[in-house]
């Protein structure tokens, strides 16, 4: 199983990114998908939780109405399109797998917002 990010970096704040996460080996469509984040000194947060076939999302409130996250099941990919950033939104962002008991992470990514 392989769970790949892509599309983080350097950004100012007020601007944007999208975060990408490229599902291998196991059945996409069956799993939820989340992403979060750990900023330095912090514990990993809960960011936004997308449901198996895309119906349902839920976003941490520091997020909400900034950050869109979305799934293309035949893609196998998971997106987080990210706006309005600012600097409290630097940290390194996992994407997370879960279907029952399966529960897989990628390597992680970091994100920073400054100026």
């Known amino acids: 199983v392989r769970l790949v990010e892509s599309g983080g970096g350097l950004v100012q704040p007020g601007g944007s990114l999208r975060l990408s996460c490229a599902v291998s080996g196991l059945t996409f469509s069956n799993y939820r998908m989340s992403w979060y984040r750990q900023a330095p000194g912090k514990e990993r947060e809960l960011v936004a939780t997308?449901?198996?076939?895309?119906?349902?999302?839920n976003y941490a409130p520091p997020v909400k109405d900034r950050f869109t996250i979305s799934r293309d099941n035949v893609k196998n990919t998971m997106y987080l399109q990210m706006n309005s950033l600012k600097p409290e939104d630097t940290a390194v962002y996992y994407c997370?797998?879960?279907?029952?008991?399966?529960?897989?992470w990628g390597k992680g990514m970091l994100v920073t917002v400054s100026s």
């Open positions: 997308i449901s198996s076939r895309g119906g349902s999302t």
């Open positions: 997370n797998a879960r279907y029952g008991l399966m529960d897989f």
